[in-house]
């Protein structure tokens, strides 16, 4: 990555619409991506599904970070991102919403700096920020004891 952050990634076409994915950091394995059945094979991610991974890992990054900064450990975070197809004015699909839930495996009690982090976290998150110009992102934290600490509470549905 140069100064100004700019990067390059590759993508080969292997067959149909299935790619291989060359990242800038030679460590990096080469991904493949395809789109789900019946367009392509499934063979690997489709650019939807990286686009969810990509608001929601660094969501989590973000907020990782955040709660080690005030000298919190975050545990086994878990992440679960629910991205949501729309049909716009022309009928073409396009991504509506993406929602990313954030599980803490502590309770939200012993965090320390909690409503400060809360406050801040996302705004460090490059992805999350960069789509929301363009995508609605709600993100909730939940912590261990299923309670909503930021973002919309959790709507239940009764019996049927």
Not at 82 to 90: E, G, L, P, S, T
Not at 116 to 131: K, M, N, P, Y
Request: negative net charge.
């Amino acid at each position: 990555m140069d100064k100004e952050g700019q990067f390059r990634i590759e993508l080969h076409n292997q067959a149909d619409f299935r790619f291989e994915v060359h990242f800038p950091d030679p460590g990096i394995a080469p991904l493949i991506t395809d789109e789900g059945a019946p367009v392509g094979a499934g063979a690997g991610p489709s650019p939807s599904q990286l686009l969810g991974t990509a608001v929601a890992n660094c969501l989590a990054a973000s907020l990782v970070f955040a709660l080690r900064k005030y000298g919190n450990e975050a545990g086994p975070l878990r992440v679960v991102a629910d991205v949501h197809n729309v049909r716009n004015d022309k009928g073409r699909l396009r991504i509506g919403h993406i929602g990313v839930d954030l599980h803490l495996a502590v309770t939200g009690a012993s965090i320390q700096k909690l409503e400060r982090i809360l406050a801040q976290f996302e705004d460090f998150c490059v992805v999350t920020q960069s789509v929301r110009a363009a995508i609605p992102v709600t993100v909730r934290v939940i912590d261990s004891a299923q309670t909503v600490l930021a973002g919309p509470a959790i709507v239940t549905q009764g019996p049927g």
